[in-house]
C-alpha cells in the first residue's frame, strides 16, 4: 500500500513533464511558422537583438585576424622589394 501512492504521484509527474514538454514543442512550432511568415513575436527579436549585441562585443573577430596576416605578410614582402632595390640602386 504504500508504494502506491508513489506510483500515483510518479505518474503524475511523468504527465506532467510530458503535458510540459508538448506545450513547449507547441510553442516553438508557432514561433516557426512566425517566422516564416515574417512576423517574430517580441521574445525571439528581443533575444535575436541580444546575440547580435554579444557578437558585436566581441573584441577582435576572427576575419580581422586573416587579413591582418594576409596585411603584415604584403608589407614584409614590399619592405624586402625595398630593401633588395636600394642594394641593387
Known amino acids: 500500500?504504500?508504494?502506491k501512492?508513489?506510483?500515483t504521484r510518479r505518474y503524475y509527474?511523468?504527465?506532467l513533464e510530458k503535458q510540459q514538454r508538448r506545450e513547449k514543442l507547441a510553442k516553438s512550432v508557432e514561433e516557426l511558422k512566425r517566422g516564416i511568415e515574417g512576423e517574430l513575436p517580441p521574445e525571439v527579436e528581443y533575444e535575436r537583438q541580444l546575440e547580435e549585441v554579444e557578437?558585436?562585443?566581441e573584441p577582435w573577430p576572427e576575419r580581422y585576424n586573416r587579413y591582418l596576416n594576409r596585411w603584415l605578410i604584403a608589407m614584409c614582402i614590399?619592405?624586402?622589394?625595398a630593401i633588395l632595390v636600394q642594394i641593387i640602386v
Open 55 to 57: 557578437r558585436q562585443k
Open 1 to 3: 500500500m504504500a508504494k
Open 5 to 7: 501512492p508513489l506510483l
Open 13 to 15: 509527474q511523468e504527465q
Open 78 to 81: 614590399l619592405f624586402v622589394v
